[in-house]
């Protein structure tokens, strides 16, 4: 399991203001994104609409899809090529990873925000950075890493909310002061032929699952024998036998084992018509409490770690959408299917194939104050949403 949880208080970490660090690391991004991610080529399109924003001086929030770990490096490219330093929401734990993060990412611009509960000092900081307007605000309004390009999930309000708040202060100075926001839609792309790129890491996986090296077998058909193995050991070890029956369905099936009982315990009944973020993250706000009060015994304070990790696993296995290598599925899809299980396997992701990305700015959205998302659908979150599933290419099936 990744260390994505922090058994300590959570203390807010603002960013800096200065741009000394911004611009030393300027000129390494593009080799820090090539040697570490595979990024070669950027591609952009919609730079006008983010520097008109800029220079009317409204208050400019950025909202990205987040599809892999690298999309706030991207963003900081993009700060680069734009010619101004963004701020960057960002989760506790990655400014909480190492001593280097810590010291280096405030003063890159990049601030924290407590995925296990409330943080409205988060909040505060982000309406405050809005609200004076000297550099844009970045927060992905999904909440999580997705891992899937194809697949947009669901849109958390906590970013319109404060985009609103941001756009009532301003208002109050200045009536023409605005607040307007701007999707930003990331597609990777393959820069290279896949197949020579993922053999050896195939290989790796399939014997680290005891499995023979299926080399005359295609990449998707490598791939289902995989998705199978792991699922088969999942199960062996989750439920004590190993199910039948479609992968996709099992796959559901073994999710709501791990997250039902727990919800029993932990919040009193079962979340089942919830996503499965949204119960993971009620789950593990509600377990990290119990361990930050303290008084448990080594044998309690062990059992509630390994809920956590059953935890990992159920959100681990929401990364698989059902019918993702369908029909004849993109080599995007392919990579991304491999980087997920070598991830689950290793807790870690190589760069195989160079990529391309391609970062496009959306319409500016004007933040109309008097709004309001609590009842219903979000009409803020609707416009971004509609945007970036157009730039993105996505249909209603994906």
Request: net charge positive; glycine share 8%; charged share 25%.
């Amino acid at each position: 399991m990744q260390r994505i949880v922090i058994e300590e208080p959570y203390v807010h970490i603002p960013p800096r203001a200065g741009t000394a660090w911004s611009v030393m690391f300027k000129p390494v991004l593009p080799w820090f994104l090539r040697k570490n991610y595979g990024i070669v080529n950027f591609e952009y399109a919609g730079l006008d609409r983010l520097r008109a924003s800029l220079g009317s001086g409204d208050g400019v929030m950025l909202m990205p899809n987040h599809c892999r770990d690298e999309d706030g490096l991207i963003l900081g490219q993009l700060s680069c090529k734009i010619g101004t330093w963004f701020y960057c929401m960002s989760s506790w734990h990655l400014l909480k990873a190492s001593r280097l993060h810590a010291f280096i990412l405030p003063r890159l611009g990049v601030y924290s925000v407590y995925r296990e509960g409330i943080d409205r000092a988060s909040a505060k900081t982000s309406v405050g950075l809005l609200t004076r307007g000297n550099r844009p605000v970045v927060i992905f309004p999904e909440g999580y890493l997705g891992r899937t390009n194809d697949r947009l999930n669901p849109l958390m309000d906590g970013a319109a909310l404060i985009a609103r708040s941001a756009a009532r202060i301003r208002a109050r100075g200045n009536p023409a002061s605005k607040v307007v926001v701007h999707p930003v839609a990331l597609r990777y792309r393959l820069a290279g032929p896949l197949e020579p790129g993922v053999a050896g890491v195939l290989a790796d996986i399939e014997k680290r699952l005891g499995q023979p090296t299926n080399e005359n077998l295609s990449i998707r058909s490598r791939l289902e024998v995989i998705e199978e193995a792991m699922l088969a050991r999942l199960e062996a070890e989750k439920l004590g036998r190993i199910q039948t029956g479609p992968v996709a369905e099992r796959r559901s099936q073994l999710m709501q084992a791990i997250l039902g009982p727990l919800e029993d315990e932990w919040l009193g009944h079962r979340r089942e018509t919830e996503s499965v973020q949204s119960r993971v993250r009620q789950l593990r706000a509600s377990i990290l409490q119990s361990l930050l009060k303290g008084g448990l015994s080594e044998d309690e304070h062990r059992r509630r770690w390994r809920q956590l990790a059953d935890i990992y696993t159920a959100q681990g296995l929401d990364n698989y959408p059902p019918g993702y290598l369908s029909g004849q599925p993109t080599q995007e899809r392919l990579l991304e299917t491999i980087e997920r299980l070598e991830e689950d396997l290793t807790d870690k992701v190589r760069p195989h194939v160079p990529l391309t990305v391609s970062v496009s700015i959306g319409e500016a959205i004007v933040v109309n104050p008097a709004t309001s998302g609590r009842g219903g659908n979000d009409p803020l979150l609707s416009a971004v949403e509609r945007q970036l599933r157009a730039m993105l290419g996505l249909t209603s099936a994906d």
